[in-house]
């Protein structure tokens, strides 16, 4: 086998310095002074120059709600259409958007195309699942409530992909599966209220128990009877989500500090510790480099550009 | 996360990973993207602008859409559409707003300043991670950003605010070094989980009121923990701000994955936890 070794650390050697090599050229190319970055290395793109943003939407805002089709083979085509258009919506169209689910509240076929859209999306799109889920919630449909309920049970994945120490279909799910307590607990239904509490107390994930708890508060108008039901059924150590600070539109800074006092003054051990300093770091660029090494010190300083620059005007 | 570079075994390793790894998969943009995408219409105005604000270098990018900088399937188009989103995306409004968009674009863009020593961005290939930081003994330090960042397929994280959302949170573990604070030894946070942090990469929320912080002054700190701030905190009050308080042409799409991962954040990351809830929770 030590032939093998030998073989392995000659490739891996080699390797290593072709890489080297040719980082340092890129990294020559990139920084010399002779070179101006707008010369040499800015991007391009294969379609003609756009004049700006602000007169393109402009004329984005010409378009209108597209409508739904109420039977038939094309429910599910113009619920799409419909999703679609939804997800780009601007802010001052919210009340557009909510108008045309209203309008449409009493169709079960399109609450269910819906629903079947949230399913399909949930593992190839998150944010057109999350469009569809808060478009199902908003119509508050007896089909998009049994949707939603089930969405909220579905099988919380226990293995997967390990991204910064959370399970990302963990979480992925977890995100979903909120957003359609979101939607159970707009009903305002018995039925639909008890789904939300046993999420509060006994979902796996405590993201979803999280947001059942603000949801459940939220549309009891965080009355004292609502908590009090919460903290029947929420997990001890889970408590403090009842008292969480919730940051909502249009609450100024005034009502929003008074409630963080508030909570603070309640919670004392919620207060973090004093932050760390550590040890004075090693001097970031030593005084006694190698000529190469000041050479490429000297090259990098070259192409920062002398002060920070404004991005162009929209 | 935060790295340390220096050893060179490790450089060799890095250098041969990159040298083997496929790319991530670039073969198309969750809704998101293309929403805000379609409020720009890929404006190159913009991305000549990015690409020397984010110091982004052609070697790093290459096959990641450099030379297609409209195709919003691709890396590259896609990290300056957060970009345009950090750069304009927000309201900027002093009695509802945690912070400034010159907090924000401090933390992200190149430029040593009161947020950082001067960074660069790059792309890795590595599911593992969303993005890193990673020190250098000459020239900028480094802010990585990777795969669960772009492949909707691998991450709810594929869109432009949680991508802008990383570039706070590295951003911010470049502020501690310049400053030379102590976040813990998992990456630059503590270890988890403990505490309210049910994750292995845990930070403390530091509380503060709206209006605590002028716009600007988010790198600010007294030393203790009244006025402080930490890499997943950072990140979650920019998808707070972006999910809240955006501009108005801000897609729905945008603002609803914003709000999922500010409190998905918020309810896992904080030791002493949670953090704020954004919004309120009225599904449309």
């Not at chain 1, 609450?251 to 008074?258: K, M, P, Q, Y």
């Not at chain 2, 083997?20 to 602008?49: E, I, K, V």
């Not at chain 2, 990673?134 to 709810?156: K, Q, R």
Request: proline share 6%; aromatic share 10%; hydrophobic share 35%.
């Amino acid at each position: 086998m030590r032939w093998f070794q030998g073989v392995l650390v000659a490739v891996l050697g080699l390797t290593c310095i072709a890489q080297v090599k040719q980082k340092g050229e890129e990294k020559e190319a990139a920084t010399s002074p002779q070179q101006t970055i707008q010369q040499s290395t800015a991007p391009s793109a294969q379609q003609p120059p756009l004049a700006s943003p602000s007169r393109f939407r402009e004329e984005q805002k010409l378009r209108t709600a597209p409508q739904f089709v109420l039977n038939g083979p094309e429910v599910k085509r113009s619920v799409e259409r419909f999703v679609a258009w939804a997800g780009a919506t601007h802010i001052e169209e919210a009340e557009t958007v909510r108008k045309s689910i209203a309008n449409v509240k009493e169709n079960r076929e399109i609450a269910t195309a819906l629903c079947d859209y949230a399913f399909e999306s949930a593992k190839v799109d998150h944010a057109r699942t999350l469009v569809s889920l808060a478009l199902l919630g908003e119509m508050r449909h007896p089909a998009g409530q049994e949707c939603l309920r089930r969405f909220v049970h579905l099988p919380f994945p226990e293995k997967g992909t390990i991204v910064d120490g959370e399970i990302i279909e963990q979480t992925n799910l977890a995100m979903l599966q909120a957003k359609a307590v979101d939607g159970l607990a707009y009903l305002h239904d018995p039925k639909a209220d008890e789904e939300v509490l046993w999420a509060a107390s006994k979902h796996p994930s405590r993201v979803v128990r999280a947001e059942a708890i603000d949801a459940y508060l939220w549309n009891h108008g965080d009355s004292a009877q609502a908590r009090e039901q919460l903290a029947r059924v929420v997990r001890p150590d889970e408590k403090i989500f009842l008292d969480r600070i919730r940051r909502v539109q249009g609450e100024n800074a005034e009502s929003f500090n008074r409630k963080l006092d508030g909570y603070l003054k309640s919670h004392p051990d919620r207060l973090p510790p004093k932050p760390e300093q550590q040890a004075k770091k090693v001097t970031k660029r030593p005084q006694t480099m190698d000529r190469a090494a000041q050479e490429r010190l000297a090259q990098d300083r070259v192409a920062q550009p002398v002060k920070p620059t404004e991005p162009p005007a929209q | 996360m935060k790295k340390k570079s220096g050893l060179i075994v490790l450089m060799l390793l890095t250098l041969l990973g990159t040298g083997f790894s496929q790319n991530c998969a670039q073969t198309r943009a969750s809704q998101a993207d293309s929403d805000l995408w379609n409020t720009h219409g890929c404006w190159n105005a913009f991305f000549l602008w990015q690409y020397q604000a984010y110091d982004l270098r052609s070697g790093d990018w290459n096959n990641r859409g450099w030379d297609d900088a409209c195709n919003m399937d691709k890396e590259y188009p896609k990290h300056w559409n957060a970009s345009y989103l950090v750069t304009y995306g927000l309201q900027d409004n002093n009695q509802f707003s945690f912070h400034g968009t010159v907090d924000y674009r401090g933390t992200s863009e190149r430029w040593g300043n009161n947020y950082h020593d001067s960074i660069y961005h790059a792309p890795v290939d590595n599911n593992g991670i969303f993005g890193q930081f990673v020190t250098h003994i000459f020239g900028s330090n480094e802010v990585d950003t990777s795969c669960p960042l772009y492949d909707p397929n691998v991450a709810p994280n594929a869109n432009p605010a949680s991508r802008g959302g990383d570039f706070m949170h590295e951003g911010w573990h470049a502020w501690m070094d310049k400053y030379n604070w102590n976040n813990g030894s998992c990456g630059g946070h503590r270890c988890g989980p403990t505490g309210n942090c049910s994750t292995t990469n845990c930070d403390y929320f530091y509380f503060h009121g709206i209006g605590a912080y002028a716009f600007g002054a988010m790198w600010e700190n007294n030393g203790s923990a009244s006025r402080f701030h930490s890499p997943n905190q950072v990140q979650v009050e920019y998808l707070c701000d972006v999910a809240d308080y955006p501009q108005p042409w801000v897609p729905a799409s945008v603002r609803l994955a914003a709000r999922a991962d500010a409190n998905q954040r918020a309810a896992q990351r904080f030791i002493n936890g949670p953090g704020y809830s954004c919004g309120n929770p009225r599904p449309w």
